[in-house]
């Protein structure tokens, strides 16, 4: 009775990495393998430099081989986008009388987004208040992004009690009138 064993090879791995990272394959369902690059046990230490597929071959003895299985490896040298919006923009002069939110949106073609900055409220009044968002993607690669300076100014001006002098006004003079501010 000949007894032959099919079962599946799986290789496990990470399906994305950055230039010149070491990254680990890992082949199970067989007892000895072969990968392509000359290892020949259950892993294989790889540096890629592209994208590039990865092969394996289950040997069951010196005579038979198994079933063979591969794995993509993708090389992300790409940063991710990272934009931002302000809410509300400010006035023509530049400033705001409110807290301001600022929302970031990470986007990356490549191997997806792992992370993306929160939204930030400036709520302090004073000029000059930025936020810095960051974005990563799975293949580890970052970016980040700064919003122009962001002014706050959430007091009313306060109008002082007008100053009147002592002297008395005729209807044919005229009068200055003096109000403080602040």
């Known amino acids: 009775v000949n007894v032959s064993d099919h079962s599946p090879i799986t ?9 010149g990272d070491s990254v680990l394959l890992v082949a ?3 007892v ?19 994208s590039d597929d990865y ?17 993509s490896v993708l090389v ?3 940063i ?7 809410d509300p923009l400010a006035d023509t002069n530049s400033w705001n009388n409110t807290d301001v939110t600022v929302t970031f949106t990470c986007t990356d073609e490549s191997s997806g987004v792992a992370s993306c900055s929160e939204p930030v409220t400036l709520t302090d009044e004073s000029a000059g208040q930025t936020a810095t968002g960051t974005a990563a993607d799975n293949a580890g690669n970052e970016s980040s992004v700064t919003t122009e300076p962001i002014n706050i100014d959430k007091t009313a001006p306060n109008f002082g009690t007008p100053l009147w002098s002592d002297d008395s006004i005729r209807t044919d003079e005229s009068a200055t009138l003096t109000i403080p501010v602040g």
Request: proline content about 7%.
């Open 80 to 86: 991710p986008v990272i934009t931002f919006e302000v």
């Open 76 to 78: 992300d040298r790409t």
């Open 11 to 19: 290789i496990t791995g990470p399906g994305d990495a950055c230039p």
């Open 55 to 71: 092969y394996v071959t289950a040997v069951k003895n010196a005579v038979e081989s198994g079933q063979s299985n591969s794995v």
């Open 32 to 50: 000895l393998y072969y990968w392509d690059n000359g290892t020949q046990n259950d892993s294989a230490w790889i540096i890629p430099i592209s």
């Open 28 to 30: 199970s369902g067989s």
